[in-house]
Nanobody, 112 residues
Framework: QLQLVESGGGSVQPGGSLRLSCVAS????????IGWFRQAPGKEREGVSC????????KYLDSVKGRFTITRDNAKNTAYLQMKSLKPEDTAVYYC?????WGQGTQVTVSS
């Protein structure tokens, strides 16, 4: 079964950190760029970050630049999104995508 599974979400206070993981099964991530998206309540899904197959090129949403870092470990068939200095406006369900597959999402809540 081809699927992506996210994990690592949770509730943190402003300024806190989380690391999201995205594990692929049924196919190798080696050949695909990977993207992280998020969707907050009442808002459209937006792209947060993406990484190319080698990991050498990354892109970020302006509002997360300098706070989020996307990486990948092809040996583990996993992508990560390290999130630091989290803000309440980062609250959303975070999704990873590759090869036109989407994970089920993981909830991130930033609140004091």
């Amino acid at each position: 079964q081809l699927q992506l599974v996210e994990s690592g979400g949770g509730s943190v206070q402003p300024g806190g950190s989380l690391r999201l993981s995205c594990v692929a099964s049924g196919f190798s991530l080696d050949y695909y760029s990977i993207g992280w998206f998020r969707q907050a309540p009442g808002k459209e899904r937006e792209g947060v970050s993406c990484i190319d197959t080698s990991g050498a090129r990354t892109k970020y949403l302006d509002s997360v630049k300098g706070r989020f870092t996307i990486t990948r470990d092809n040996a583990k068939n996993t992508a990560y999104l390290q999130m630091k200095s989290l803000k309440p406006e980062d609250t959303a369900v975070y999704y990873c995508t590759a090869r036109n597959y989407w994970g089920q999402g993981t909830q991130v809540t930033v609140s004091s």
